[in-house]
């Protein structure tokens, strides 16, 4: 084979020829030769392929008995108890995979505050439910819940589409602490218990909040699994996958079950990105994880004659896990609220010619509004703009709207200077009507916008202010949208 050249045969005849050689440096020649060629990426991914096949080969054949084996557990130098016998978790333990271990059920950690679960947890909640009413078979959502006096808001979970809520209660998680949170939700997912015969959860859901974003690469690290962070869009299907890192054999292909498809809003801001969370032949993922951000999906209304299980879990908690002592905190401010207006008018980058200019004309037409607010998009927040002080405070990340800021659904939305990046779209599609002022026909927004107005935004701003005052809006949309 690597006496012929690789241009003169076809990337499947490629692929039947490399699995009988064994010389690193025949594959090596092999896609030198194909670079110098052709240069097809298909064909150099499968010779590719060989090598890293034959490596791990030789790895495997030269390896000590203290290899790593399938099953067995590392620990670092710190031991710690089994998990199994009720202790603490380990601080960090990697698994290489769980020979024959069953993953099961939907977790979904739900963040309090205040006493209240967190809207996007009874988001969650009620995502997780619509997916697991698609199983059609056994598969449960299950709550789980961290603080002080944690019982009622479980049986609240309960009520908005959980079969099983377990929380966790000691007077010391009143707030948020990094460590044991991670140790006791970790805990609950591997630990043997009456309610749950399984290994491990199969798909593991968390909050993008602030504390929700610390936990889940904590929980999904010590979990020994990955996590597909700020994700706003949630399926299950069935994976035809040919990756040989996943089928173990090159030119294969396997069936995977059952598999979350979890999408986000790419770096690019214009895309989304769809991200498979798949084992390894020796290496297994599980939960399936992700953090989901607020807004993205529907609540449940409550059922308070819904049945389902509550559990209380027990753990013993060290006291170094409480070494650091918050004493003292301040309350912060409520923020900016943009969810429940009837009308939103959000600025974007349009106004870099001047930005005062463009924030008082924006303000203009959210007085005009008996109920409006101000937005803003992420470029904005970013751009450090040079504004004049009676509207600087207008200028903050609260107002932010989209994948790392709000997400709202109003009546209206009007969008001006904004080109409509998917990071953006995330937080604003599901409103009723958006009204995009541009000077770019071709901006993103116009694709999804009702109308659409081509012109500068320091023009059309106030036309619109006095089209409200005056009662004429429509007339002037219809005007400007021919």
């Excluded at 479980?154 to 929380?167: H, I, K, R």
């Excluded at 035809?240 to 890192?245: F, Q």
């Excluded at 959210?366 to 101000?374: G, N, S, Y």
């Amino acid at each position: 084979m690597t006496d012929t050249n690789p241009g003169d045969r076809t990337v499947e005849e490629i692929e039947d020829d490399v699995r009988t050689i064994e010389d690193p440096g025949k594959l090596s020649d092999l896609l030198s030769a194909e670079e110098e060629g052709k240069d097809r990426k298909t064909a150099k991914e499968v010779i590719q392929a060989r090598i890293d096949e034959v490596a791990e080969d030789t790895d495997v054949g030269e390896a000590t008995d203290d290899t790593e084996t399938e099953g067995e557990y590392e620990a670092t130098a710190e031991d710690v108890e089994s998990p199994d016998e009720g202790e603490a978790t380990a601080d960090k333990k990697h698994v290489r995979a769980l020979e024959n271990g069953v993953y099961r059920d939907m977790w979904v950690y739900c963040e309090t505050q205040g006493g209240e679960l967190l809207d996007v947890s009874k988001e969650m909640l009620g995502k997780a439910r619509e997916l697991m009413d698609g199983y059609g078979d056994d598969e449960r959502v299950v709550a789980v819940l961290v603080g002080d006096d944690m019982e009622e808001l479980a049986e609240e979970c309960v009520s908005l589409g959980a079969n099983v809520a377990v929380y966790h209660d000691d007077d010391r998680l009143e707030r948020f602490r990094h460590k044991p949170y991670a140790e006791v939700v970790a805990d609950m997912a591997r630990a043997n218990a009456d309610w749950k015969d399984y290994d491990k959860p199969r798909y593991f859901l968390f909050p993008a909040t602030n504390n929700g974003r610390d936990l889940s690469a904590q929980v999904q690290g010590e979990l020994d699994s990955g996590l597909a962070s700020d994700c706003s869009g949630l399926t299950i299907t069935d994976e035809l996958i040919s990756n040989p890192v996943k089928t173990g054999e090159p030119g294969e292909k396997i069936e995977f079950e059952r598999i979350l498809h979890m999408q986000r809003p790419d770096f690019s801001g214009f895309e989304y990105s769809t991200i498979l969370c798949i084992d390894n032949p020796d290496r297994e993922f599980h939960p399936q994880g992700c953090s989901v951000i607020p807004g993205s999906f529907d609540a449940m209304a409550p059922d308070g004659d819904r049945e389902g299980e509550v559990v209380s879990h027990d753990i013993d908690l060290p006291d170094d896990w409480f070494r650091v002592e918050v004493t003292e905190w301040d309350t912060l401010d409520t923020g900016v609220d943009l969810t429940g207006r009837e009308v939103i008018v959000a600025i974007g980058r349009g106004i870099g010619d001047d930005p005062t200019e463009g924030i008082e004309l924006a303000l203009d037409l959210v007085d005009a509004f008996e109920d409006a607010d101000l937005g803003l998009s992420r470029g904005v927040v970013t751009a450090s703009y040079s504004v004049e002080g009676h509207v600087e405070r207008y200028v903050s990340e609260e107002r932010q709207i989209g994948e790392t800021g709000q997400v709202v659904a109003p009546p209206l939305y009007i969008a001006a200077g904004i080109s409509g990046a998917i990071q953006h779209k995330v937080g604003m599609d599901e409103s009723d009507t958006i009204i995009a002022i541009n000077t770019d026909t071709d901006a993103d927004i116009r694709d999804f916008s009702d109308f659409f107005i081509e012109g500068d935004m320091f023009d059309v701003l106030p036309r619109l202010t006095d089209a409200v005052q005056a009662g004429e809006l429509d007339a002037v949309v219809a005007e400007d949208d021919d």
